[in-house]
């Protein structure tokens, strides 16, 4: 029997991926069960938690930053569109919940772990981001296409068993050399003050200056209470700094003082990465970075050289992820410090 190039990886992936598991586990699981859940009538690919009668989202460290889903009146919206190898199984979601082809994208800034499954989305509806995320998205055509290259291998990784993701998945990789950065730039610019309508539904854009990036959104959501800040908000975890991106810590500082006055107690709050919480994560967030400055500029005052100060630790890092990025974070908010 012939079997094409995809067909042999599709069940090359399947087999490598079910040899992790006893055929009795199998069995019990079921490929359509794992990584999936229902909502409403439509069977998802992804786990998607719901967070309000029209929002819901993917929060999973493992598959980049947390995506929501706003469905209205035949629409449906995705804010991130995480990796490459996730971009057309989220805009399959998206698709399945609206009931038909009107899906939007709506990236919180350019991170490639936030706008990777952009090419799923561009062409085929509006495709929105801050002016200089359009830019910088741009500028990443090498590391999306090395994304797709590697889209099976993750895929495998991260959703074991999910035949409907791994499918999606061999395409593209398939496909990873014909992608041009064309496929993956948002057409839509949006700034602060923009509005953006889904169905019924009204999302009012937010950009308060430089923070993470100089290309921050915050998505608000009024009718439903709901805000997604983008990586201004890291949940129980260190935040990543990015020099290069426009990062400025007293800025970010600000922005999340700006983005509290969103708020009122009731708020569901998403954070770019970690779990799902309410205005207090925000606080946590500002308390964070406002600590970090505060810290750092002691030791500068000290004498502390920033190779020295990197490897400071502080009673309020304590307990936290991404312990691989507080050094960078030391190391940026000195040389912000420095350089002021």
Known sequence: MLMNRRGFVLRTSMVTLGGCLAPSALAREGLARVGRTRLGLEEQILDWAKLTGQTKAVVNLALGGNSVMVVSGGEALVIDSKFPYLGPALREDAKAE???DSVSLLNTHHHGDHTGGNSAFVGRGKTYAHPKAIERIRGQIDNYRTGAEAAVGQVSQNLAGNRR?????????ENAANMSADDFVPTDAVEGGSRIDVGELTLDIHHFGAGHTDND??????????????????????????PRGGVTAKGWIRSLSSVLDLCDDETTVVPGHGPVGGREIIEKARGY??????????????????????QMTWPFMDGLGFEQVKSRAVGAVYDQIKGS
Do not use: R
């Not at 993701?165 to 990789?173: D, F, P, R, T």
């Not at 600590?291 to 990197?310: C, H, N, R, W, Y």
């Open 217 to 242: 959104i915050v998505v608000h959501i009024a009718s439903e209470n709901v805000v997604h800040t983008g990586d201004l908000v890291f949940n129980g975890l260190h935040p990543y700094f990015d």
């Open 98 to 100: 609206a009931g038909g």
């Open 289 to 310: 970075l406002e600590q970090l400055v505060e810290a750092v500029g002691a030791e500068i005052e000290k004498g502390t050289s920033k190779e020295d100060a990197q």
């Open 165 to 173: 993701a791994i499918e999606l998945a061999v395409e593209v990789a």
